[in-house]
């Protein structure tokens, strides 16, 4: 059995507070790369998006719960900004597909493609 092997990689964008989304994305995966340049942030990893279980430690409780990257990113947009997140993957020559999100402060779009 092939394992599914998948990038993802975002445009540029401006947030509300760098540190703080840096701080969730860490968060969420911890191989997650967020970089920023010129006040604008990206992120990528050599993962599969949208979803990640991750811990997160609210006070003195740690509770397991299920992400969605494109939530996440869209908490943390500037006004009038857009994100758009991408991702490819590939399992042996079974199938190749992707999608991409195309998120704003007031709505989230998704787009599929692939071949199998």
């Given at each position: 059995?092939?394992?599914?092997?998948?990038?993802?990689?975002?445009?540029?964008?401006?947030?509300?507070?760098?540190?703080?989304?840096?701080?969730?994305m860490e968060q969420l995966h911890p191989k997650m790369m967020v970089w920023e340049e010129e006040g604008k942030v990206a992120f990528g990893e050599f993962c599969s998006l949208p979803y990640?279980?991750?811990?997160?430690?609210?006070?003195?409780?740690?509770?397991?719960e299920v992400v969605d990257i494109s939530e996440l990113v869209q908490s943390h947009l500037a006004d009038g900004e857009t994100a758009v997140v991408c991702e490819i993957g590939y399992e042996?020559?079974?199938?190749?597909?992707?999608?991409?999100?195309?998120?704003?402060?007031?709505?989230?779009?998704?787009?599929?493609?692939g071949a199998s």
């Open positions: 059995m092939a394992n599914y092997e998948a990038v993802c990689r975002s445009t540029r964008f401006r947030v509300k507070d760098v540190e703080a989304f840096k701080r969730d990640y279980r991750c811990v997160r430690q609210d006070g003195v409780e740690i509770k397991e042996k020559l079974c199938y190749v597909g992707g999608f991409q999100y195309h998120i704003t402060g007031e709505k989230i779009e998704y787009m599929e493609i």
